[in-house]
């Protein structure tokens, strides 16, 4: 059984001004949004096979409620300088559209979700030096994403870098087919697109422990 990825956040300061630098690289942004009752909010860029989110908490009492608080997202973005500020979400596999999640979950429904929907939270979410691992059973890749002037179109990999990395959880290790996890100093996310074929590199560090490469 596989997924495949979704969506990607990372933890950003309040108005995630360190998403300008993907504006400035040409890289169009798409819609924002806000998550009524769990405090957070965001902005969006979207390609052929998923989103990128620069996530931020704007109301503290919210993310840190009773609903909210097990998903752990208020502690994660108050240490995203120190532990991982990093969520990936799941989806099927579009060949096999009734696939699961590859890790255990428990549901999380906030109130922003429509009546009898849930997102199947992996595990390992109060362990922040790892991802907040998620997944959506009714997701897809995003519909007539832009083109982008600095030519990326295509998620093809992705390498996550963190400290104690020989000690993952189970979730974590279940997600590895399609993450590749290495040990490093620091927290830090490399997205890769097409591949690298324009042999160009975004790196938003020390701005936000990103970079992308094209």
């Known amino acids: 059984?596989?997924?495949?990825?979704?969506?990607?956040?990372?933890?950003?300061?309040?108005?995630?001004?360190?998403?300008?630098?993907?504006v400035d690289a040409g890289i169009v942004e798409g819609t924002s949004r806000s998550h009524p009752g769990q405090g957070t909010a965001n902005r969006r860029f979207f390609f052929a096979n998923?989103?990128?989110?620069?996530?931020?908490?704007?109301?503290?009492i919210e993310t840190g409620s009773d609903l909210i608080r097990p998903t752990h997202l208020l502690e994660?973005?108050?240490?995203?300088?120190?532990?991982?500020p990093y969520g990936i979400?799941?989806?099927?596999?579009?060949?096999?559209?009734?696939?699961?999640?590859?890790?255990?979950?428990?549901?999380?429904?906030?109130?922003?979700?429509?009546?009898?929907?849930?997102?199947?939270?992996?595990?390992?979410?109060?362990?922040l030096r790892e991802p907040f691992l998620f997944f959506l059973s009714w997701a897809h890749a995003p519909e007539n994403p832009p083109q982008h002037p600095a030519g990326l179109h295509t998620l093809t990999s992705v390498t996550l870098h963190m400290p104690d990395a020989e000690h993952l959880s189970p979730p974590l290790q279940a997600a590895m087919p399609v993450i590749q996890v290495v040990s490093a100093d620091a927290h830090?996310?490399?997205?890769?697109?097409?591949?690298?074929s324009r042999g160009q590199t975004l790196d938003l560090r020390p701005f936000a422990s990103l970079s992308i490469v094209y």
Not at 1 to 16: L, S, T, W
Not at 91 to 110: E, I, L, M, S
Not at 188 to 193: G, R, S
Request: glycine content about 6%; overall charge negative.
């Open 89 to 127: 979400c799941f989806r099927p596999v579009v060949a096999v559209p009734n696939t699961g999640p590859v890790f255990d979950t428990w549901d999380y429904k906030p109130p922003y979700l429509p009546a009898g929907m849930a997102i199947q939270v992996a595990h390992n979410a109060d362990v």
């Open 188 to 196: 830090h996310i490399a997205l890769t697109f097409d591949d690298g």
């Open 76 to 84: 994660r973005w108050q240490q995203r300088g120190t532990q991982s």
């Open 1 to 22: 059984m596989q997924n495949e990825i979704d969506h990607i956040f990372i933890m950003a300061d309040v108005g995630a001004p360190e998403a300008n630098k993907l």
């Open 50 to 60: 998923i989103m990128l989110e620069f996530l931020w908490v704007h109301d503290a």
